[in-house]
């Protein structure tokens, strides 16, 4: 089953080879992944590589999805869940590009995915973790009603957990 998410403005699915070229823009951006812990793709074959060998969707019946503008059609870039399976538990995350930012697209989409995750998958919790000089993506954290939790490392840097659990996005 392929995992297509709605929402008042966007549509969120699964990455496909057809949208390479927007993740690999995505990634190129180093004010988009300043926060992460992977960086930019050398080339196109790179992404497809990550696209073609991408598997928490057959694995998890979850994954990151690509976003877009549901009228236009212009890609805006991803969110979802990512099920980690030596930590066991999913996490919340999302990339967009830097002309989306401040639309209120990192909230919209992530609502969707945690309904998703709570009402399709039943998951009892979904957390957020994002490196403490974040204050965008923890804003957006916030707003989703997820609380902190605790601090902990995030790649190289430190970072913060937050987490949601079922009963509170009731």
């Given at each position: 089953m392929?995992?297509?998410?709605?929402?008042?403005?966007?549509?969120?699915?699964?990455?496909?080879?057809?949208?390479?070229?927007?993740?690999?823009?995505?990634?190129?951006?180093?004010?988009?992944?300043?926060?992460?812990?992977?960086g930019a793709y050398d080339n196109i074959d790179e992404v497809l590589d990550f696209i073609r060998n991408y598997d928490q969707y057959e694995k998890y019946d979850q994954g990151r999805l690509n976003i877009f503008d549901k009228q236009t059609g212009d890609y805006i870039g991803w969110c979802g869940l990512k099920y980690l399976e030596d930590k066991k538990y999913s996490?919340?995350?999302?990339?967009?590009?830097?002309?989306?930012?401040g639309k209120g697209y990192a909230t919209e989409a992530s609502i969707?995915?945690?309904?998703?995750?709570?009402?399709?998958?039943?998951?009892?919790?979904?957390?957020?973790?994002?490196?403490?000089?974040?204050?965008?993506?923890?804003?957006v954290f916030k707003k989703l009603g997820l609380k902190y939790s605790h601090d902990s490392d995030c790649g190289e840097q430190p970072g913060v957990v937050y987490v949601i659990t079922r009963e509170d996005w009731k």
């Open positions: 392929a995992i297509q998410l709605k929402t008042e403005r966007l549509i969120l699915k699964q990455f496909s080879e057809e949208d390479a070229a927007h993740l690999f823009e995505l990634n190129s951006d180093p004010d988009v992944t300043r926060y992460v812990g992977s996490d919340l995350g999302y990339r967009l590009l830097k002309r989306h930012w969707a995915c945690l309904d998703y995750g709570f009402k399709v998958l039943n998951l009892d919790e979904i957390i957020g973790t994002a490196m403490i000089e974040n204050t965008a993506s923890i804003n």
